[in-house]
């Protein structure tokens, strides 16, 4: 017991940047070149060498004037620390490889749905080396908890501390099937929406909306209320004729233009908030991040 003890207290002591300094003075024959590489003064790199003597309880090199040589026992050792020092960096390398590789997306699960998973063929294709993990949740991100390397966010674009590019504008204005404009003879005034069903009548959008078509009296409270918790679902139900629904329009061009869905006006509502693609200001250099921004800022839709 008291010999594993004594081994586990000298592993702790031992000078390990020591071990990195013998290597490269043994490499190059020099004191002054391994200097150099390391970023140390001869001085600095004698005293290390001398340290690992110490502790070894053998001396490595042969000092000479204006030359150096490495005893037996430097010989030994030298060629196993290279190749030591060689399998570390290339486990380190792959592991950086195996990170630039893979990029972890976090977004809005709407705008996942109704934009990223129509788009992100298109990236992969044009960058054949990054894997793309798509992660969805309607919590804002705390990066220096969280496993990502960028994220789609839905607010102002004021996060300290991170890069924000402006994706689209985060407007939105009530949607419906046509079957279930029918039922009322059609869809003609704002006033018209108040005939029908309104899903999820608790969005704080519908004031917004409301206020921006002229009618900011109107109180939905009291109505039957629905919460889908996602546009995603939200824009199912109003394709089901379940109601009328308050949506982003250029997520469901495509319903538009299949006559799932209608866009009775043109009137838009606004809350402040946009869509934008944030990351780190110390990530602002990584490859797959540049790519991956510059990918979403020539295919977003011009927006205003």
């Known amino acids: 017991m008291h010999q594993e003890n004594s081994s586990m207290k000298m592993s702790k002591q031992f000078p390990l940047n020591a071990l990195r300094v013998f290597e490269s003075a043994a490499r190059q024959m020099s004191f002054t ?14 005293y290390q060498i001398k340290l690992l003597e110490d502790t070894l309880k053998e001396q490595l090199f042969l000092r000479r004037p204006r030359q150096v040589s490495l005893t037996e026992a430097g010989e030994r050792l030298a060629p196993r620390l290279t190749e030591a020092f060689a399998i570390m960096e290339s486990a380190v390398s792959s592991l950086s490889n195996a990170a630039e590789s893979t990029l972890i997306v976090h977004s809005t699960a709407t705008f996942a749905a109704q934009w990223l ?3 992100l063929g298109a990236f992969q294709l044009e960058n054949p080396g990054i894997a793309v993990r798509l992660e969805t949740s309607q919590d804002m991100i705390d990066f220096s908890r969280a496993q990502a390397d ?55 959008w519908w004031p917004c909306w409301l206020a921006a078509a002229g009618l900011p009296d109107v109180d939905l409270t009291g109505r039957p209320v629905s919460k889908y918790g996602v546009q995603t679902l939200e824009a199912s139900a109003a394709i089901a004729g379940q109601g009328v629904a308050i949506l982003q329009p250029e997520f469901y061009a495509a319903d538009i233009a299949l006559g799932r869905l209608i866009q009775p006006f043109d009137i838009l509502g606004n ?4 869509y934008w693609l944030v990351y780190p200001e110390a990530r602002r250099n990584s490859k797959k991040i540049r790519a991956f921004r510059d990918f979403l800022l020539k295919t977003m839709p011009a927006s205003g």
């Open 271 to 274: 809350d402040g908030s946009d």
């Open 117 to 119: 998973a129509r788009h």
């Open 150 to 204: 960028v994220a789609i966010r839905s607010g102002k674009g004021d996060w300290p501390g991170l890069n924000q590019h402006f994706l689209m504008r985060n407007h939105f204005t009530p949607m419906l099937s046509p079957d279930l404009a029918a039922t009322i003879g059609g869809v003609k005034t704002p006033e018209d929406i108040l005939k029908l069903r309104i899903i999820d009548p608790g969005d704080p």
């Open 33 to 46: 070149k391994a200097g150099e590489e390391l970023g140390l003064t001869q001085t600095a790199v004698s």
